[in-house]
């Protein structure tokens, strides 16, 4: 096992929430555990399991290990490496942070030293060396070469021409996990809110995926915010590193504190530090008379204040150290973009260059009606997603991409414990009230009426407010200490295939873990339960069962009206370049003793105005439909059924004797819904014994080919296994074989599906 310093970089992002959406209440689901007992069991249990984005374990009966939490777990897992199935995988320790008595430690896995993308590992230790939980998301059986064909400059040549520009870019090399592994250079280009990822086929030079590096929310600074606490306050700013004259840096060097001059056009900041004490050694100015004025040193004295308050919370209550370099930050303030207000704050994990180098860079925009900075809720919230992406590293943003296909869940967690840890620090479950309020988009934490699955609709802030709200019952319940507890204790086991279960996952177990210390009572933790089972947090993991307690399902459609408004064309031209979107949830059945058959039922009802349906079920049987990157979107890779190119309301798939694979009474059957609608739809799903067989599926043995497809709403299974291929058109869809999908700009997604989910509800509630 290799143990070394090493992190690969992660994303987050902020904006304003869409409205809720209106759904029927879930039941409850139970969190999912994998016990070791004993460790030679393990073995057994992981080769019957479907596969996982993140395997829990729990090694009861393992013993004390002695030393550090990061010796202990060290010790662990190389003493549960066969069970765990980890010969010949390397492990790197990241870091480590504290949750009460309880330690949790994470690793990273490389291969040949470079970073396995998205692989990681969370152990949580007792303060007397016993390993409590580990959860892993680790690339196995991986194959690849991790010498390149291609060389970085002209990995980053072929960004440039799918971007349509050159800018300053920088490129490593990463293994993407999945068939094997992929050697794939990791292309970070642009700068500031424009910064982009690329991963690039190091061999063959194909386009792997694409997503934001900068995320966007809005902002605003007093001793909270010119709205709740209009009155200024004379501070003592601390940390300050002395200087001649003084300036704004901090933390030993960490942070620097810079005002906006100007952006060129591809979005690369010019930053400077002109600003010095105005009353001999103190930063005592007044808010400006326009709060338009671009160099305001009011808002860059409260920024300082207010992030050395977060860095000091964050610090004193999880034990986490930010004295690395990858932890050294600039703060630009007053930022405009192209002459024009920026009403937005933003982390970047690009960071920025110049004089005022760093890897990470908060940014907080000069707005059209107000001073970001004048409001900390919105900042706050930044900094938290700067402390996850360092600390943990587990969010993938709006286009982030699993086994399941895309999942942006853990962006989706981020934005709600960003939320969250704002409003605890600043003691006030509003957030944003001198900011997002201008725009009637303040967030309420006490708001608990959306609930998981049904008004999860994919975008990441909307689906973040289940999650804050989540976190914020828990602090009423409890008060703030514990529940800042819980919360870093769930986001300090998050790996980034987390799902929205994940997170109540890991607030049960930490809530365990506080009661082993004698810090909470089980009293305490039942009403952790009550708070995640209020929004069916229990009940919200990548599959979803359909059984005697959830015989009918829900979930939301993205349809290509989203992409869009991108301006990438019209609904039938996204047609006509193979454009599929999916459901983000999978749905997973098992027929019951004596069934012969079964058929999964899907009825759509359109949330916009109508337009050609086309959509596709995809079933696999024993484990879920599997998904693989080729480019924007993520496509289906592996399926046993499929019934395709579906243009009513209502579908079936239908598996029986004469299916191919046949029907199994013993198995169970997964499902996935793909579409190429063009509005927002929502599903509902059943799944139940068919009064008639109908005919059965052609089904398939895992190798390529043509995937059958049916115009009747009734279709019943069809299409091969393996690999889902582009089928020639007849007459009942619109997928051209040979087609290639228009490189999207895909960084506007999450805002594009917010406003049209919005206006759907509207229309819809109209």
């Known amino acids: 096992m290799v143990l070394e310093g090493s992190q690969a970089p992660g994303t987050c992002e902020t904006r304003a929430p869409a409205p809720p959406a209106k759904g029927a209440s879930m039941s409850k689901r139970a969190s999912r555990f994998l016990t070791l007992t004993p460790l030679t069991a393990l073995g057994l249990l992981l080769a019957a399991a479907p596969a996982a984005a993140a395997e829990w374990h729990r090694p009861a009966g393992a013993p004390a290990f002695a030393g550090s939490p990061r010796v202990a777990a060290e010790s662990w897992l190389e003493s549960a490496r066969a069970e765990l199935d980890l010969d010949g995988i390397e492990l790197a320790f990241q870091g480590e942070s504290r949750v009460g008595k309880h330690h949790t430690a994470r690793f990273t896995q490389t291969m040949d030293g470079l970073p396995v993308l998205g692989s990681t590992a ?64 990791v292309v970070d280009a642009g700068q500031a809110h424009e910064a982009r990822r690329y991963l690039v086929d190091a061999h063959d030079g194909r386009a792997l995926g694409e997503r934001p590096l900068a995320m966007h929310a809005k902002g605003r600074v007093y001793p909270i915010s010119s709205v709740v606490t209009p009155e200024t306050q004379d501070v003592d700013l601390l940390e300050l590193v002395a200087s001649t004259p003084q300036k704004l840096n901090g933390w030993n060097g960490q942070l620097t ?166 409003c605890t620090v600043n003691g006030d479950p509003i957030l944003g009230e001198a900011s997002l309020g201008v725009f009637d988009q303040a967030r309420d934490l006490t708001k608990t009426d959306k609930k998981c699955p049904d008004d999860v609709i994919g975008e ?176 289906v890779s592996q399926f046993d059924w499929s019934a395709e190119h579906l243009t009513t309301k209502n579908g079936e798939l239908i598996i029986d004797a004469s299916s191919t694979p046949p029907f199994d009474p013993n198995a169970t059957y997964h499902m996935v819904i793909g579409n190429s609608n063009c509005p927002i739809t929502v599903a509902t799903i059943t799944a139940t014994v068919p009064t008639s067989s109908g005919e059965g599926g052609a089904g398939g043995d895992g190798g390529a080919g043509p995937a059958s497809s049916s115009a009747a709403s009734t279709a019943s299974s069809g299409g091969t296994g393996g690999q889902a291929t582009p089928a020639e058109d007849d007459g009942c869809g619109c997928r051209i074989p040979g087609g290639s999908p228009p490189a999207p700009r895909s960084a506007l997604l999450g805002l594009a599906l917010a406003a049209l989910v919005a206006g759907a509800r509207r229309r819809r509630a109209s």
């Not at 900390?376 to 996850?388: C, M, Q």
């Open 257 to 422: 504190v810079t005002n906006f001059v100007s952006e060129d056009a591809q979005g690369a900041l010019t930053v400077a530090q002109d600003l010095v004490p105005n009353v001999g050694e103190d930063f005592l100015y007044d808010p400006p008379a326009d709060f338009k004025d671009a160099t305001d040193a009011f808002a860059q004295v409260g920024v300082y204040y207010h992030l050395t308050r977060m860095k000091s919370f964050f610090g004193n209550t999880f034990g986490l150290d930010m004295s690395a370099p990858s932890w050294k930050v600039t703060a630009a303030v007053n930022l405009q973009s192209q002459g024009m207000p920026l009403d937005n704050a933003y982390f970047s994990p690009e960071g920025t260059g110049g004089d005022f180098a760093s890897p990470n860079l908060i940014g907080i925009g000069q707005g059209s009606f107000a001073d970001f900075a004048d409001d900390s809720d919105v900042f706050l919230h930044e900094f938290t997603h700067y402390v996850s992406h360092n600390a943990v590293g587990y969010n993938e943003g709006q286009l982030g991409t699993s086994e399941y296909g895309l999942s942006p869940f853990g962006g989706s967690i981020d934005e709600g414990i960003s939320d969250y840890f704002a």
């Open 460 to 635: 990441v802030h909307a689906d973040g407010e289940i999650i804050g709200s989540t976190a914020w019952s828990v602090r009423v319940a409890l008060g703030a200490e514990l529940a800042d507890q819980l919360v870093w204790g769930s986001v300090s086991l998050l790996t980034h295939g987390a799902s929205l279960g994940d997170f109540a996952a890991g607030l049960k177990q930490t809530a365990a873990d506080l009661v082993a210390d004698g810090v909470m009572t089980a009293a305490d933790a039942a009403k952790v339960d009550e708070a995640v089972a209020k929004q069916q947090l229990d009940d919200c993991d990548h599959e979803l069962a359909i059984d005697a307690d959830d015989p009918e399902r829900k979930t939301t459609l993205i349809g290509l009206d989203v992409l869009a408004q991108l301006g990438l064309g019209n609904c039938q031209q996204l047609k006509q370049g193979n454009f599929v979107l999916q459901s983000y949830f999978h749905f997973v059945a098992a027929p019951a003793p004596g069934d012969t058959a079964l058929r999964f039922a899907v009825a759509l009802d359109d949330m916009g105005d109508g337009g050609e349906l086309d959509w596709n079920i995809y079933a696999r049987k024993d484990e879920h439909v599997g998904f693989a990157n080729n480019g924007f979107l993520p496509s």
């Open 122 to 185: 969370a152990v949580r230790v007792s303060a007397a060396g016993r390993i409590e939980v580990a959860v892993l998301e680790i690339g196995r059986h991986l194959v690849a070469s991790t010498s390149p064909t291609l060389d970085d400059a002209s990995a980053r040549t072929l960004v440039d021409q799918r971007r349509g520009m050159s800018s300053p870019s920088r490129a490593s090399l990463g293994v993407l996990p999945g068939n094997g592994g992929t050697l794939v250079w």
